[in-house]
């Protein structure tokens, strides 16, 4: 089952348990990637559906931040369970270790020069949704510095 169906599911368990938080999440996470695939035009695949979801907890986690520099107990608690929802269906990511194995990979093929930062940053791009690409970016930083 693709991810997209496992969010349809989700959602309509929710709506049965009448969790209305819940299915609203999966609702909107639905309705987003929806709106994706018909910019498209095509079906999205579980990879970027990932990526997705990825930029939805991006902007939880900002309206957390705002919501605690104002004290909004409520939207803390429903921007927290939202969270946990979402990540739920995120892949396990990579660690620091394993990116490391990957840019030393990449080095062999690439020379680690400041000129060469947009090609290595490219072929890095391979690594999105599976591994934090700020993590991926200061790593390679650190690398050419």
């Known amino acids: 089952m693709s991810l997209?169906?496992?969010?349809?599911?989700?959602?309509?368990?929710?709506?049965?348990?009448k969790h209305q938080e819940d299915k609203s999440c999966y609702s909107m996470m639905l309705d987003t990637i929806l709106k994706v695939e018909k910019e498209k035009k095509k079906e999205l695949t579980?990879?970027?559906?990932?990526?997705l979801i990825?930029?939805?907890?991006k902007q939880c986690n900002e309206t957390l931040?705002?919501?605690?520099?104002?004290?909004?107990?409520d939207i803390?608690?429903?921007?927290?369970?939202?969270?946990?929802?979402?990540?739920?269906?995120?892949?396990?990511?990579?660690t620091e270790e394993e990116i490391n194995m990957f840019l030393d990979g990449v080095f062999e093929e690439i020379e680690?020069?400041?000129?060469?930062?947009?090609?290595?940053m490219k072929e890095c791009s391979k690594l999105r949704g599976k591994a934090d690409m700020k993590l991926v970016a200061q790593l390679v930083d650190k690398v050419l510095a």
Do not use: H
């Open 65 to 73: 931040e705002y919501a605690k520099k104002n004290n909004s107990e």
């Open 112 to 120: 680690p020069i400041k000129n060469n930062k947009g090609r290595i």
């Open 54 to 57: 990825q930029k939805q907890i």
């Open 4 to 17: 997209k169906e496992t969010i349809r599911q989700n959602m309509y368990s929710a709506m049965k348990e």
């Open 46 to 51: 579980d990879d970027e559906v990932v990526v």
């Open 76 to 94: 803390i608690k429903s921007t927290e369970n939202e969270i946990a929802l979402l990540t739920v269906f995120l892949p396990k990511m990579l």
